[in-house]
């Protein structure tokens, strides 16, 4: 059974190239200029796509935590004031739209309620991603389906009977399941790779991918080799910039490593047929005397 969905035409499963996910998420700070420079990096480093976050913060932010202050740049404000500040709208997501279509990169966003769902879906995105924390939301699942894109699914903070009843609601078809442990920066030693392999044999017809919070590149690209048809990882200018994510993103010079070393490992995996090459023929003579 091939394992096959496409995203804006482009071919994402067994067989097909890696679909490289940079996550700008918020590392932009609320600042449309970050933003556009976060894309720069993407393209540069040769990603399919970029990915937002879009919320609601009257429907997602809990009402025991709105007034709890925080220290932002901003100054010490509430955090509801903190995540209307980090919240791109409609001005700003036409800018991204404009930019994206220009740079000739995907884009699309992990949308956290059922408006944000609405307001993304203006600018007609190749796909919907759905965030670990909305996996148990059954309604917010329902509702993705309703535009009949594909969709992507984090799976982090969940086991096996929260992802199989996600995948129930959802259903299996147009549907990346993505592993994940939703730690920032995420230990290496509960990384679970091998949950790729585990993920891969349960859901059979379904491409699996892995979307890390880690520190460095050598994990993503172990993904990768153990079958993840999807690598996401959230990219910032500097780690040490103020941000929740930033800690575990990648700058600008570590994606197009990152990039590079999983379309290396893409080209040396080669078809598994064992044969002597045409570069071996001179060598045989030169070297084997029976």
């Not at 609320?30 to 976050?53: M, P, R, S, T, Y």
């Not at 086991?159 to 996600?166: K, S």
Request: hydrophobic letters at 40%; one cysteine or more; charged letters at 25%.
């Amino acid at each position: 059974m091939t394992r096959m969905i496409e995203i804006g035409g482009r071919p994402v499963g067994d067989g097909y190239p890696v679909y490289i996910i940079a996550e700008i998420g918020i590392n932009h700070n609320g600042d449309i200029n970050i933003a556009k420079k976060l894309i720069d990096a993407a393209v540069l480093a040769g990603c399919d796509a970029v990915k937002f976050q879009k919320r609601t913060p009257e429907l997602c932010v809990p009402a025991e935590q709105a007034n709890v202050m925080r220290e932002t740049p901003w100054g010490l404000i509430t955090y509801m004031e903190y995540r209307h500040r980090v919240e791109f709208g409609q001005e700003e997501f036409e800018k991204i739209d404009h930019y994206c279509k220009e740079r000739n990169i995907a884009w699309f966003a992990s949308c956290w309620d059922e408006r944000a769902v609405d307001f993304i879906n203006k600018f007609t995105p190749p796909c919907y991603k759905i965030a670990s924390a909305g996996i148990t939301n059954d309604n917010l699942l329902k509702f993705h389906r309703k535009w009949g894109k594909p969709i992507i699914l984090s799976t982090g903070m969940a086991n096996m009977p929260i992802i199989e009843h996600a995948i129930e609601v959802l259903g299996k078809d147009d549907l990346i399941v993505l592993h994940c442990t939703s730690t920032y920066p995420c230990k290496v030693e509960e990384l679970n790779l091998k949950g790729i392999i585990t993920l891969r044999e349960k859901f059979p017809e379904i491409p699996i991918g892995y979307s890390g919070h880690e520190v460095g590149l050598s994990t993503s690209l172990a993904a990768a080799v153990l079958g993840a048809c999807v690598i996401e990882r959230h990219i910032t200018l500097d780690r040490a910039m103020w941000g929740s994510d930033q800690a575990a993103s990648i700058e600008p010079q570590g994606f197009m490593r990152l990039v590079r070393d999983i379309r290396t490992v893409e080209k040396a995996m080669g078809d598994g047929c064992i044969k002597i090459y045409d570069s071996e023929k001179p060598m045989i003579s030169r070297l084997r005397r029976v």
